[in-house]
């Protein structure tokens, strides 16, 4: 068994944190740490262990229950490295929480909306998802979780530096609020790389989702904040909303202005997308993102008529690789994962059956 | 009486000094002549005066800067050297570690390295004073007895542990076998009864066992 079947419930559920916009996702994260307690990187394991009992207790209370309905939790050092990068697939876990720790305790909501992690960075980390932009959405939900949890907690926290946490670059609200967002027309158009260096100047970092080589695969980038000092979390998300929004809305010119003037090349490049997909045999993660991305927007654009962006948003998820370990219940190697996830593109797109011969050992003749 | 260069008649009653290149050129020229060019006896003195002005200033200003910046690198090695030492009293985290990770061990590190990360947080986020949420006023944290009655035995063992160490490092033996048997005492207490159970998935029925079922040892 290389999956916890707990985490196999979680792989099974639809990317209910995939939108359809430019803006695809919203993640919120909220680090806390408990007052009295060394943080968790110079913690003994004494400390540890009562501060994910204290934390637990605090979870499992009557009113901080109500807010996370049919939570499970599960020991850190129970999962497998193939859950553990299924939950990063997921939006569940943050991939430096991957390695081994002691005394993690890593708690979800049965929909894959909300995680919790004890003693990753900090005591807490909470992190809620949703879909497109919905920062207020999710703020909301957030708050009040953590203000039933400061009930039965006593949190650190410094008069003038706010909540403190083990990286200094969370201090204060401890808040880091990311939007995932979808490019492709502008990294056509050129543009994309001034729009984004642009945000440094509010404090804001964009990097790529999917890193390959310096370049953003499939066209995706996370923009988050990179202040959390000297700024109330409602203001800090509103500003973030307004400038992903505008970005977005470029995103939208610019598509709009490629199928007017370049109409027979986006069509090409759409074509061109979807003929690899449906009929390849064998294909890496990063080639797949990028004919994802064109294939999205073509869905956007009304280009494919039986391709729909809740198809794009469930390849996306299916294509990376602990998703297609978990669909095949085994660790696959990279060539074998290419070789699965074309199989899985051929059969969502209606492509050609199996080459015949095609994974059969070779037998040598008699 | 020196006569204009220009005109060679009248006297010369202006005088026009550029060095370039590190030469001298003086030119000494009649007020016509200097009308006929543009030139007024204030605005050359002007421009000069601004000009001498200017790279004196110039001159000033560099040498105030190396100055400023040899004062600098020495006040900074200073600094260096006393952070190097710096060391939180609380988690052992030093200032150097927190340089190379961004990271601290604990509450107490914003405290004690205070004076140096407070003005780097300021310059890092928007502002130095947090304006979020803040605490409620009333926390129930210690009023759960399970919890905190394993959390004080936790703290006990820490001190036991301790102790023990320091025992054997004295050679004291006596003591290190009775603090190691209140520690096994407490470590019993502690795992008789975990207070963090680890949800699962509720296991498939056994399947049922065809034939005799167990077989038994003999």
């Known amino acids: 068994m290389i999956f916890h079947p707990r985490i196999r419930h979680v792989a099974a559920k639809g990317p209910a944190f995939i939108g359809q916009g430019p803006i695809l996702s919203t993640f919120l994260s909220l680090s806390r740490n408990i007052d009295g307690f060394q943080f968790p990187a110079t913690a003994s394991s004494n400390i540890l262990e009562s501060a994910a009992e204290l934390g637990l207790a605090a979870l499992h209370h009557e009113d901080v229950r109500g807010l996370l309905p049919s ?3 599960i020991k ?40 919790v992690l004890m003693n990753g960075d900090d005591h807490l980390w909470l992190h809620m998802t949703a879909a497109g932009s919905a920062f207020r959405e999710l703020w909301d939900r957030m708050s009040a979780l953590e203000s039933a ?12 530096l706010g909540y403190l946490t083990s990286a200094a670059s969370l201090a204060g609200t401890g808040l880091k609020i990311t939007f ?15 729009i984004l260096e642009r945000l440094e100047d509010a404090g804001l970092t964009a990097a790529p989702y999917f890193p390959v080589d310096g370049k953003a695969a499939g066209n995706l980038f996370l923009i988050s904040n990179s202040t959390s000092l000297g700024e109330r979390e409602e203001d800090l998300g509103l500003r973030m909303t307004k400038m992903v929004s505008a970005i977005s809305r470029e995103e939208e010119r610019t598509r709009a202005e490629l199928l007017g003037n370049q109409k027979l090349l986006f069509l090409n490049a759409c074509g061109r997308a979807y003929g690899l997909l449906r009929n390849t045999y064998l294909i890496p993660t990063s080639e797949a993102l990028d004919a994802l991305s064109i294939m999205k927007l073509g869905a956007d654009s009304g280009v494919f008529r039986h391709f729909t962006r809740q198809d794009w948003a469930e390849l996306l998820l299916e294509c990376q690789p602990a998703h297609l370990c978990c669909r095949k219940n085994m660790n696959l190697p990279p060539l074998e994962r290419g070789e699965y996830r074309a199989t899985c593109f051929r059969e969502r797109l209606h492509g050609p059956e199996p080459a015949p011969g095609a994974g059969e050992p070779d037998v040598p003749d008699a | 009486m020196m006569l204009c260069q220009i005109c060679k008649a009248n006297p010369a009653t202006i ?4 060095i370039a290149n590190g030469e001298r050129n003086t030119l000494h020229i009649c007020a016509d002549c200097a009308r006929k060019r543009n030139i007024s006896e204030d605005s050359e003195a002007n421009s000069h005066f ?13 040498s105030a800067d190396l100055k400023l910046a040899e004062l600098f690198e020495q006040k900074k090695n200073q600094e260096d050297e006393k952070q190097q030492d710096l060391a939180c009293t609380v988690c052992g985290t030093t200032f150097q570690s927190y340089r190379k990770t961004g990271k601290l061990g604990c509450a107490a590190c914003y405290e004690q390295f205070g004076q140096l990360i407070i003005p780097e947080l300021a310059l890092l986020h928007h502002g130095s004073v947090h304006c979020g949420k803040t605490p409620p006023e009333t926390v129930e944290q210690w009023q759960d007895p399970a919890v905190s009655e394993r959390i004080n035995l936790r703290r006990e063992l820490e001190r036991l542990c301790k102790g023990l160490d320091e025992s054997i490092r004295r050679e004291e033996f006596e003591l290190a076998a009775e603090l190691r048997d209140r520690i096994s005492a407490i470590e019993a207490e502690l795992n008789s009864a975990e207070l963090i159970p680890d949800e699962s998935a509720p296991e498939a029925p056994p399947k049922k066992t065809r034939g005799r079922g167990r077989r038994k040892s003999t």
């Open chain 1, 71 to 73: 939570m499970f939790q």
């Open chain 1, 180 to 194: 995932l967002i979808h490019l492709p027309a502008l990294g056509l158009s050129g543009r994309r790389k001034k």
């Open chain 2, 50 to 62: 601004h000009e001498m002005l200017e790279r004196l200033t110039q001159a000033i200003a560099n």
């Open chain 2, 15 to 18: 005088h026009i000094q550029e």
């Open chain 1, 76 to 115: 850190h050092e129970l999962l497998t490295v193939s859950d553990r990068e299924l939950l990063v697939e997921r939006e569940l876990l943050d991939r430096s929480h991957t390695d081994t720790a002691p005394c993690r305790v890593f708690v979800c909501a049965e929909d894959g909306s909300t995680s």
């Open chain 1, 149 to 160: 949890l400061a009930r039965h907690l006593r949190f650190a926290f410094h008069p003038r």
